[in-house]
């Protein structure tokens, strides 16, 4: 349920009797309990349009405001704030209704818009680091939150599996002649004893050097050396996927190569459209006001990461037909996008009303404020990172009792892998981000452990009542009423975190969410002897929702419940 748009309505209705025609801005949420459960301010910003003092603008609005509905009280504060007070008959109802419906009453777009969710996007040369991760993460939530909420969502995997590198390992892959998947294991050192064949041997470095040009010119022999090396690497990254819990697959994938063809056209389209210009040689276009062009051609004939992120943005738009292109990459990228995006509207690419977005993150540092790296400087493997997660998980809970040996496991990958995906989402996406495996899997705080420990805490009152849950939900006392209006605001939450593609929107919600639950039941038990049976049901069932809400907020991070914990 929209909250915000029910209780503008209701202004805007007030508006309208009070024969103001502007239109009224939208509530917030009230920022302490005092001022209600929403703030209106837009008096305030009235008073200059209408010549009016904002508290007899506040007065008027609240006259004709209608608090037999949504609202039940409003009163004016400060300058001209209208503090609002929703009704608990009506959250109550709207509560019920959650309660009832599989979508907890989130409607799906009326609207939907076929959106593509690029992220990932490992390089099959070397192996997946960090960043990787963190656009895997938070863009797997990004395509879980639009498809939930309605949308067509395509995942593109644009993976890095062409350059001149490829050259060096395929010779090196053939030279070995074993089952590549051994050696190709440890792709880092692989890539080491390649790149080491290369600098001390003339005649390995020739041949690698053919091998470009012969996969380029699509030579059958180099084309399945290099298809096998990129099953291997991409099978690592799989196993990562795999671990991970998220949803890309083989179909997802559309490789920078898949662009080869098109690349071409490209170039001879923005010389046609008159926006190409040579610079020392290469193909280059200049956009006002940016000092570096995008080079699009090397003056060897070769062409570039833009160039092939132009081809995908073409086909994108016009061959998937998506209307909103968001692009989940470091945010060291940025200037690349913004000017790729730029091109590509200027030569009409892309059409002027799909939208593009670069949703960039920060860097994962050390506890000292490094870049994250192995002891040696390396890149940290990840599927060791994701290891060590678990692990790190089961030495957390090993001491509970009544779990088998096979429950502690499956348990310490839920927890683990989720622990190091909620640490991720729950931080402002852009920050740099301090990777700190204490505080990630711990019980307290914004942490998934939390999360996870609410949830299995309102499961054990279900395991304790055994009984048919029937009645109304009756508001009784303010902390229920909070517990309620909060409940309602998880849409609102989910739209905003998919408006701006923020996935810590939803994590601060659902740390809220719980913690007030966690309050609301110390205040209010249950099941204890002489509740009143009615107040039990309606408990029982706010409960439940909760716990609906949590287990649905961390299905769309990617994040899995336990039942008891
Ligand atoms: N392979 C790139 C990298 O590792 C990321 C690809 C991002 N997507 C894109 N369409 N450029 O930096």
Redesign the pocket.
């Known amino acids: 349920m929209k909250l915000k748009q029910s209780i503008n309505k209701t202004i805007q209705q007030a508006f309208e009797k009070a024969n103001i025609s502007e239109i009224p801005m939208s509530v917030s949420e009230a920022t302490k309990p005092e001022f209600g459960d929403y703030q209106f301010n837009g008096a305030m910003a009235l008073s200059k349009k209408l010549g009016k003092n904002p508290r007899e603008i506040a007065s008027n609005i609240i006259e004709n405001l209608d608090l037999t509905g949504v609202l039940s009280k409003a009163e004016i504060a400060g300058p001209g704030f209208i503090n609002l007070w929703l009704n608990s008959e009506w959250i109550a109802s709207q509560c019920e209704v959650a309660e009832q419906d599989e979508r907890l009453n989130v409607q799906s777009k009326e609207n939907p818009v076929k959106v593509v969710v ?6 099959m040369a ?1 192996q997946m ?1 960090v ?2 991760l963190r ?1 895997t993460i938070i863009g797997d939530t990004l395509a879980n939150l639009l498809t939930f909420l309605g949308d067509e969502v395509i995942r ?1 995997n ?3 599996d062409w350059g001149t590198q490829f050259g060096m390992l395929i010779a090196y892959l053939e030279e070995m002649d074993e089952d590549g998947s051994v050696s190709l294991k440890d792709l880092e050192q692989f890539y080491k004893n390649a790149k080491g064949r290369f600098d001390a041997d003339e005649t390995f470095a020739d041949k690698a050097r053919e091998y470009v040009v012969k996969i380029q010119s699509g030579d059958t022999h180099c084309l399945e050396l290099w298809q096998k090396f990129i099953d291997i690497s991409l099978g690592h990254c799989e196993e990562v996927y795999d671990k991970l819990g998220v949803k890309l697959t083989r179909k997802d994938v559309r490789a ?1 190569s898949f662009y080869n063809d098109a690349l071409a056209h490209v170039v001879s389209d923005l010389q046609t459209k008159g926006i190409l210009q040579e610079s020392n040689g290469a193909q280059c276009v200049f956009l006002e006001g940016d000092d570096v062009p995008v080079i699009v051609q090397k003056g060897d004939g070769g062409y570039l ?1 833009a160039t ?2 132009l081809a ?1 943005l073409r086909y994108r738009a016009k061959e998937l037909g998506a209307k909103r292109i968001s ?4 945010a060291r ?1 940025s200037g ?2 913004k000017q790729v995006f730029r091109v590509a509207k200027e030569a009409g690419f892309v059409p002027e009303d799909v939208k593009l977005e670069h949703i960039a993150f920060g860097t994962m540092m050390d506890k000292g404020g490094k870049p994250f790296k192995t002891r040696d400087g390396g890149t940290v493997k990840l599927i060791d990172l994701l290891d060590e997660a678990v692990e790190k998980a089961k030495d957390t809970i090993k001491d509970k009792e009544g779990y088998s040996e096979e429950e502690i496991k499956a348990l310490a990958k839920i927890i683990g892998i989720g622990a190091v995906k909620y640490a991720d989402l729950a931080i402002n996406r852009e920050s740099n981000y301090i990777f700190n495996w204490d505080k990630m899997l711990s019980f307290e705080g914004n942490t998934s452990l939390y999360m996870q420990y609410a949830y299995a805490r309102i499961q054990s009152i279900f395991r304790r009542f055994d009984g048919e849950i029937k009645g109304n939900i009756i508001i009784g006392d303010t902390l229920e009423h909070r517990l309620a209006v909060m409940l309602l605001r998880f849409e609102d939450v989910l739209d905003r975190a998919a408006e701006d593609a923020s996935p810590n929107q939803i994590t601060t919600y659902l740390y809220e969410l719980a913690t007030l639950f966690m309050r609301f039941y110390e205040q209010n038990p249950i099941l204890k002897e002489g509740v009143d049976e009615a107040m039990k049901m309606s408990r029982l069932q706010l409960a439940d929702l909760t716990a609906k809400t949590i287990k649905q907020g961390l299905d769309i991070l990617g994040i899995q419940v336990v039942d008891r914990l």
């Open positions: 690029d992220y990932s996007g490992p390089n070397k680091h960043g990787h656009s593109q644009h993976i890095g920078e990461y092939t992120d995908a692009y989940v990459v470091d990228q690349h996008f």
